[in-house]
Antibody
Framework: EVQLVESGGGLVQPGGSLRLSCAASGFTFSSSWMHWVRQGPGKGLVWVSRISTDGTITTYADFVKGRFTISRDNAKNTLFLQMDSLRAEDTAVYYC?????????WGQGTLVTVSS | DIVMTQSPDSLAVSLGERATINCKSSQSVFFSSNNRNYLAWYQQKPGQPPKVLIYWASTRESGVPDRFSGSGSGTDFTLTISSLQAEDVAVYYCHQYYNYPYTFGQGTKLEIQ
């Protein structure tokens, strides 16, 4: 069974940083492209970033480019999202997702709140 | 960016009746080289992550009840629930994975009438 468990969320002040993690199990992590998608409170789904199987290809939404960095550790079956220069509008639940055909499997999400 | 627009924003349907949600993309998500539409539908219940129902516009994910069906091609797509059940109350999103950035519709909230 595919399991994705996000962690690292919390309350941070504007301009601060957080590092999210997504622990993967139940599938061959090193063979899967991975994504981050976020959902603001009461809002819809917004794609954030993706990373290739070996980490050499990364893509970002324009609104996080230069502030967020996606990475992975295939030896530890873990996906990361380093978030810097956080803004109030980054407040959201952040989901990691495994891509096979589409975004096939999702974690439960971790809440990031950016507020002073 | 491809803009995905769903209609309606909310929908109330009686139990056992048909529910239809539409999704329109600002440009085609059909890839002629493999004859596929890069369009998926997700269901999200309160407090839960999204769950994929349909991909390639009309292929039902394993384990999804056959009352859920997807149709359409190019820029116009439809999710149909043939006979609404109480457990279908949720928000439904269409999603294009044709190119980056991936984008989603704004969501359609489905309730029981």
């Amino acid at each position: 069974e595919v399991q994705l468990v996000e962690s690292g969320g919390g309350l941070v002040q504007p301009g601060g940083s957080l590092r999210l993690s997504c622990a993967a199990s139940g599938f061959t992590f090193s063979s899967s492209w991975m994504h981050w998608v976020r959902q603001g409170p009461g809002k819809g789904l917004v794609w954030v970033s993706r990373i290739s199987t070996d980490g050499t290809i990364t893509t970002y939404a324009d609104f996080v480019k230069g502030r967020f960095t996606i990475s992975r550790d295939n030896a530890k079956n873990t996906l990361f999202l380093q978030m810097d220069s956080l803004r109030a509008e980054d407040t959201a639940v952040y989901y990691c997702a495994r891509a096979s055909t589409t975004l096939d499997d999702w974690g439960q999400g971790t809440l990031v709140t950016v507020s002073s | 960016d491809i803009v995905m627009t769903q209609s309606p924003d909310s929908l109330a349907v009686s139990l056992g009746e048909r529910a239809t949600i539409n999704c329109k993309s600002s440009q085609s998500v059909f890839f002629s080289s493999n004859n596929r539409n890069y369009l998926a539908w997700y269901q999200q219940k309160p407090g839960q992550p999204p769950k994929v129902l349909i991909y390639w516009a009309s292929t039902r994910e394993s384990g999804v009840p056959d009352r859920f069906s997807g149709s359409g091609s190019g820029t116009d797509f439809t999710l149909t629930i043939s006979s609404l059940q109480a457990e279908d109350v949720a928000v439904y999103y269409c999603h294009q994975y044709y190119n980056y950035p991936y984008t989603f519709g704004q969501g359609t909230k489905l309730e029981i009438q």
